[in-house]
C-alpha cells in the first residue's frame, strides 16, 4: 500500500488519547518530560496514529500530530459503519469491532472511541480486551480496521461478482 498525502486529504481532525509524564533519572535528580499519543483522522475512511515526546505538553503533541500524518492508512467504511465484524491484536491488547445498524451509534470506550470518531464510523460496537494500556489499544484497534475487506476488493480477489457473493453467503 502506498503513503497516503494528507494535503491532498480534507481538513485533518486530530484527538489527543493520553498524555503520560516520563522521568529520566540523571546525576543530579529526574528529568521530567512528557509522551502524547493522538490520532489523525479526516472522517472518511483514512487514520493515522503517532507518539510524541518533549519537554512541553504542546510540543509532545504536536509532534505526535506530525508522526500521526506521515503514517496514515486507508480504512474500508460503508455507510457509516464497518463491513463485517473483525478482532484486532496487538500484544496482550486485543479488540473485538462488530459492526452496527443504523442509529446504533458509537459504543466503544476509551482509545477505541476516539479512533471510531476520527476515521468517520458513527455505528459500531467495540470492546476492549486484555491489556488496558492506550498505546496497545490503539495499535490494535487500528490493526483490526486494517483487516477489513470490502466487497469489491473480495469480487476483484475471487472472480465472483457481489451478487453472487450474497448468495454464497446466505446458503451457507
Known amino acids: 500500500m502506498g503513503r497516503i498525502d494528507p494535503e491532498n486529504l480534507g481538513p485533518l481532525k486530530d484527538k489527543v488519547i493520553h498524555i503520560n509524564r516520563v522521568a529520566k ?6 528529568r521530567f518530560s512528557f509522551s502524547a499519543l493522538v490520532v489523525v483522522g479526516d472522517e472518511s475512511g483514512h487514520i493515522g496514529f503517532g ?11 504536536r509532534k505526535a500530530v506530525e508522526h500521526a500524518k ?13 463491513p463485517h465484524q473483525i478482532n ?17 451509534g458509537l459504543i466503544a470506550g476509551g482509545p477505541v ?11 459500531i460496537v467495540a470492546k476492549s480486551l486484555g491489556s488496558r494500556n492506550p498505546f496497545n489499544t490503539v495499535r490494535a484497534t487500528i490493526n483490526g480496521l486494517l ?17 453472487e457473493q450474497g448468495l454464497a453467503n446466505e446458503s451457507a
Open 70 to 82: 506521515r503514517a496514515l492508512v486507508k480504512v474500508s467504511v460503508v455507510d457509516g459503519t464497518i
Open 25 to 30: 533519572v540523571v546525576k543530579g535528580g529526574r
Open 147 to 163: 483487516k477489513l475487506k470490502d466487497s469489491e476488493s473480495v469480487s476483484k480477489r475471487t472472480g465472483k461478482s457481489e451478487e
Open 88 to 104: 484486532g491484536e496487538y500484544g496482550a491488547g486485543k479488540v473485538v469491532i462488530s459492526p452496527g445498524r443504523p442509529g446504533t
Open 51 to 61: 507518539k510524541g515526546k518533549a519537554a512541553e505538553v504542546p510540543e509532545a503533541i
Open 113 to 123: 472511541r476516539a479512533i471510531m470518531e476520527v476515521v468517520g464510523i458513527r455505528n
